[in-house]
Structure formats: C-alpha cells, structure tokens
C-alpha cells in the first residue's frame, strides 16, 4: 500500500488543523492506520491509531481529547483531526498502516510496514 498524507500547515495556538492520508490499494480496509510523529531534535512518536476490524481507537495520552482520528474506508482514507493545538504539537505527522499484527503492538512504529510522507505542522504561540 502507499500512502499519501496532506493536510499540515501553520496554525495559531488554540486552532485547528484536519490532516489526511490517502492510500492506495483495494484493502484498504484490512489496515491497522496510524499516525506518528516527530519533532525536530526528538525521536519518532506515536500519536493514534484505528483498528481495522471494528474501528477502536488508541490516542497517546498526550493528544487525547484534543485529536481524533477516523476512517473513509470507501475513500481509502484515514484523517486526523486536531483541535486545541498546542506549540508543543509542533511535528512532522506521518501516517503508516500495517495489516495482521496483534493489538499490543499497536503503538510500536516498527510494527508498521508502510509510512507516508511527513506533513509539516508548526503551531504558533
């Protein structure tokens, strides 16, 4: 599968930003879909991610009740809403998908086959 994320841009603190990832392919809907991201100078981190089967939903602490994230899986699709944006949400934002891996890797990005390209999200304060 390959993946194509849009979205990011410069937002002021407090503001909003829908990024997406378009993914190619006729299983989509067999994906696991996450996203990471990663700060300048900082490792790689996990942000959210959507089951394939059933649609649960997993958010870092860090992002919970401020992101959320959902599936087009007519559209290939996978978005990430964020709201109440903070500087410290200031990253490049990948989405990755992965398919047959158990739950309790869920957060690992080394469990995931396929990643996107970054789209950049620069939060002013």
């Known amino acids: 599968v390959q993946l194509q994320a849009s979205g990011g841009g410069l937002v002021q603190a407090g503001g909003s930003l829908r990024l997406s990832c378009a993914a190619s392919g006729r299983t989509f809907s067999s994906y696991d879909m996450a996203w990471f991201r990663q700060a300048p100078g900082k490792e790689r981190e996990f942000v959210v991610a959507?089951?394939?089967?059933?649609?649960?939903?997993y958010y870092a602490d860090s992002v919970k009740g401020r992101f959320t994230i959902s599936r087009d899986n007519a559209k290939n699709t996978v978005y990430l809403q964020m709201n109440s944006l903070k500087p410290e949400d200031t990253a490049d934002y990948y989405c990755?998908?992965?398919?047959?891996?158990?739950?309790?890797?869920?957060?690992?990005?080394?469990?995931?086959?396929?990643w996107g390209q970054g789209t950049l999200v620069t939060v002013s304060s």
């Open positions: 959507i089951r394939s089967t059933g649609g649960s939903t």
């Open positions: 990755a998908a992965r398919i047959g891996k158990i739950l309790a890797t869920v957060r690992f990005a080394g469990s995931y086959a396929y």
